[in-house]
């Protein structure tokens, strides 16, 4: 075929073993430092060990006085080889070997064994140090270049594995003793070992202390704000005593001064001439003028805001230790009692830039600010971490693989200022989740002189990632250095809030230093019988695994031809013979489906209520008086000679009547009727019709005929099938880095979220409202 179509089958991977080296031929895959080379400080530091020293804390050590090779000596010492390691270097995965010879020409191998002796030391003291990148490159490099002149002996197959050799760090400097092969490795892992602080630990141990510390500089703060009401009070009062007794010492001088004025105006309205006209400005008709008295200046001598005594004594003694460490870092201190606290010469001399009260609290804000700042350059990020290989972006397992309950228990130095002189202890402990949280902790330290002992609620807090609780600032009764052949061991027992009781044991316990061990469950809790220690099972080994270098293959598919295959079918027709062959084939299907349901459901309800009430008062009062009364007078008088006399007479009448005429007519007549009718019908028909009909004919008339009517020979036909020539090809399109993702129990989530919803009334899924359809709008 002319043109090629290529099809992708499949994609596959194959897994490579590990090639490991004949052991023979060792010196051909890895550079081992060699018995000829000179032993040097670093091997005499690790043969020299202390008790409770790490190999690589005595090689730290030494590393501080070691002198070592600028990167101009180590070219020097073989220049030829110095260029060859930097060709190997740029040339050992694609080489022309002809070039390769000629370059391994007239280059002499380093083979005095101090000179390798002190290439090896110089690469000791890089790795310890990482000061010069360069200068460990080239001794690798030129041990590399070195180690080919060494071992090349012609034979082709072995140039690739000795280019790319690897150095290999001696086990006896770099590999801590782990005791005695008969123990388990489960009491190995138990075991303490002593070892320097962690970045994580000194990291919690500075985010404790900057939390601490800024707790008494609050607390400082709040009682400077009280001590000041106190000052401004005593202030306005001793300026008001201080104005009393002023104005007391000057009313004599200005009564005598008054007195004086007076006396003298009198003595002039005496002699002045009462028909002059009075001028102000002429001085002979002004009475003789009083000196003005001299009054003594109002003085008031009161303490300064910042005093040193009124400080020490309003403040608590905490909180004066909390000034003075804060305003005294490169003043003089004096001792008194336990604690160091400043002196007043001190203290005044750092007052006299202050003006008061504001600007010492201006300080203490400031100190509290950076010390904020300290806690988050030092909280640990809680970001995935994610790495990109060939294009993807993988995140990176960053779980701590350390053992559960595994701690950390480490001593520091307290605060010169604020404790005084001696060593706090602190624990970090890697916990199952951050559920976990310490409810007690009871601690000893034990002493050939006298034990010491601690107990309650404890200042602890958890990482980022909830899988490392630290307890911090622990109190192990302010030990210095100079007791150290006084302390033998230290044992704590922790309990959490959800009755899980470890304990911590470490046979030996060093100043200064920190041990890692793994703590035990073998606690008998007094207060509770049934507690149970038993960790709770959490899988291990999912995530991200590593499973090594595989050939990334894929097989492709083409099409080359085709071909006769098997034979299908055979004809044979007779001569003089006619043969013809008809096929019909026809296929028909029909569904119907009919489903009609109805439901007539009535109910009738007819309730009469009749209520009825009459009522009628008729009352009717009437009421009549009368009253009758009459009076009267008559006067009658006559003079005269015939008619002489007097006549007196009264009449008086009266009358009253009265009449009254009350009626009162009440009638109510009250009816109820109630008539309640209720007629309920239901009626569902459900009618479900549902046809399927489906018609599929397929007819298909096949006429075949053979007409040998005019032959007179015999007719075979033979029929064949075609078969399709594929031609597959892998194609390895080279090595890939294997990853393997294991999810424990993908459907957990879905799990608790089904329980959850059976123990609540929203069991149902409601669609949502497409948006679209929504009658609200927003």
């Known amino acids: 075929m002319s043109t090629k179509i290529k099809n992708t089958l499949f994609r596959f991977v194959s897994m490579r073993a590990p090639e490991l080296l004949d052991e023979t031929n060792q010196q051909e895959g890895f550079i081992h430092r060699q018995d000829s080379a000179a032993k040097g400080v670093f091997d005499t530091a690790v043969s020299n060990l202390t008790a409770n020293t790490t190999k690589w804390q005595a090689m730290k050590e030494t590393a501080v006085?070691?002198?070592?090779?600028?990167?101009?000596?180590?070219?020097?010492?073989?220049?030829?080889?110095?260029?060859?390691?930097?060709?190997?270097?740029?040339?050992?995965?694609?080489?022309?070997?002809?070039?390769?010879?000629?370059?391994?020409?007239?280059?002499?191998?380093?083979?005095?064994?101090?000179?390798?002796?002190?290439?090896?030391?110089?690469?000791?003291?890089?790795?310890?140090?990482?000061?010069?990148?360069?200068?460990?490159?080239?001794?690798?490099?030129?041990?590399?270049?070195?180690?080919?002149?060494?071992?090349?002996?012609?034979?082709?197959?072995?140039?690739?594995?000795?280019?790319?050799?690897?150095?290999?760090?001696?086990?006896?400097?770099?590999?801590?003793?782990?005791?005695?092969?008969?123990?388990?490795?489960?009491?190995?892992?138990?075991?303490?070992?002593?070892?320097?602080?962690?970045?994580?630990?000194?990291?919690?141990?500075?985010?404790?202390?900057?939390?601490?510390?800024?707790?008494?500089?609050?607390?400082?703060?709040?009682?400077?704000?009280?001590?000041?009401?106190?000052?401004?009070?005593?202030?306005?009062?001793?300026?008001?005593?201080?104005?009393?007794?002023?104005?007391?010492?000057?009313?004599p001088i200005l009564d005598d001064y008054n007195a004086k004025l007076e006396e003298e105006r009198k003595k002039w309205c005496e002699m002045r001439d009462p028909n002059s006209v009075y001028d102000p400005n002429d001085p002979c008709k002004q009475p003789n003028p009083v000196p003005e008295p001299q009054l003594p200046e109002f003085k008031f001598d009161f303490r300064s805001e910042l005093d040193y005594s009124f400080l020490q004594s309003k403040l608590s003694a905490e909180s004066f230790d909390t000034l003075s460490e804060l305003i005294s870092q490169n003043l003089p201190l004096t001792k008194s009692g336990e604690q160091l606290r400043l002196d007043e010469s001190g203290f005044n001399s750092f007052a006299e830039d202050l003006a008061g009260f504001a600007d010492l609290d201006g300080i203490i804000q400031d100190v509290i600010t950076d010390n904020e700042d300290t806690i988050v350059d030092n909280t640990p990020e809680e970001g995935n971490t994610l790495v990109g290989i060939g294009g993807v972006i993988i995140p990176v397992e960053t779980t701590d693989t350390e053992q559960d309950f595994s701690y950390n228990l480490c001593s520091r130095p307290k605060n010169a200022f604020s404790s005084g002189s001696g060593y706090i202890a602190s624990i970090g402990m890697k916990i199952p989740d951050a559920s976990w949280t310490v409810a007690d902790l009871s601690y000893t330290l034990h002493r050939t002189d006298q034990d010491f002992s601690g107990s309650g609620a404890v200042l602890h807090s958890v990482s980022g990632n909830g899988q490392r609780l630290y307890i911090t600032h622990i109190d192990i009764g302010s030990p210095e250095l100079a007791n150290q052949p006084n302390i033998e061991s230290f044992s704590a027992t922790i309990t959490f809030t959800n009755g899980e009781v470890k304990s911590i044991s470490t046979p030996e316990f060093t100043l200064g230093t920190c041990t890692k061990g793994l703590a035990s469950n073998d606690i008998d809790d007094p207060k509770n019988p049934n507690t149970s220690n038993e960790v709770p099972f959490i899988p291990t080994g999912f995530g991200i695994k590593q499973l090594g270098v595989a050939d990334y293959n894929k097989v492709e598919q083409t099409t080359q031809g085709y071909v006769e295959g098997d034979v299908a079918h055979i004809e044979n027709i007779m001569a003089r013979e006619y043969k013809s062959r008809s096929t019909r084939r026809l296929r028909r299907q029909e569904d119907t489906f009919t489903s009609s349901s109805e439901t007539e459901s009535e109910q009738l309800t007819d309730t009469t209520s009749v209520d009825r009430f009459e009522m009628q008062s008729e009352v009717a009062k009437v009421i009549q008086e009368a009253k009758d009364f009459s009076a009267g007078t008559s006067f009658n008088a006559s003079y005269g000679t015939r008619n002489k006399g007097i006549q007196l007479g009264a009449n008086a009448n009266y009358a009253t009547h009265n009449s009254s005429e009350q009626s009162t007519q009440q009638a109510v007549t009250e009816a109820k009727e109630i008539t309640e009718r209720a007629l309920d019908r239901i009626v569902s028909k459900v009618k479900e019709e549902r046809i399927e009909k489906i018609v599929e004919e397929f007819e298909e008339n096949n006429t075949h005929g053979f007409d040998n009517r005019k032959g007179d020979k015999h007719v075979v036909g033979v029929f064949r099938w075609v078969d399709k020539v594929f031609k597959n090809q892998i194609i390895n399109y080279g090595k890939r880095l294997m990853f393997e993702f294991m999810v424990p129990q993908p459907g957990k989530l879905h799990k608790l979220g089904m329980i959850s919803a059976q123990n609540t009334d929203d069991t149902l899924l409601v669609e949502p409202i497409d948006p679209r359809k929504s009658s609200t709008q927003t």
């Open 65 to 251: 006085s070691f002198e070592p090779l600028t990167v101009d000596r180590l070219k020097k010492i073989n220049p030829k080889l110095y260029d060859l390691s930097v060709w190997i270097a740029k040339n050992r995965l694609s080489y022309d070997k002809e070039v390769l010879l000629q370059k391994i020409e007239s280059v002499g191998v380093i083979g005095d064994g101090k000179t390798q002796g002190e290439l090896w030391d110089n690469l000791f003291y890089q790795i310890l140090t990482q000061k010069e990148f360069y200068a460990k490159e080239i001794i690798i490099q030129l041990l590399i270049a070195n180690n080919f002149i060494s071992n090349y002996k012609g034979d082709e197959s072995t140039i690739k594995s000795l280019l790319n050799a690897k150095v290999v760090l001696p086990k006896a400097l770099f590999v801590e003793d782990e005791g005695d092969s008969s123990v388990s490795s489960e009491n190995k892992v138990a075991k303490p070992r002593t070892y320097p602080p962690s970045l994580d630990m000194v990291q919690q141990q500075t985010i404790a202390e900057a939390r601490l510390y800024n707790g008494r500089l609050e607390q400082l703060s709040k009682e400077l704000k009280r001590v000041e009401k106190v000052y401004r009070k005593e202030y306005e009062s001793s300026l008001k005593v201080a104005e009393e007794d002023h104005q007391k010492a000057i009313k």
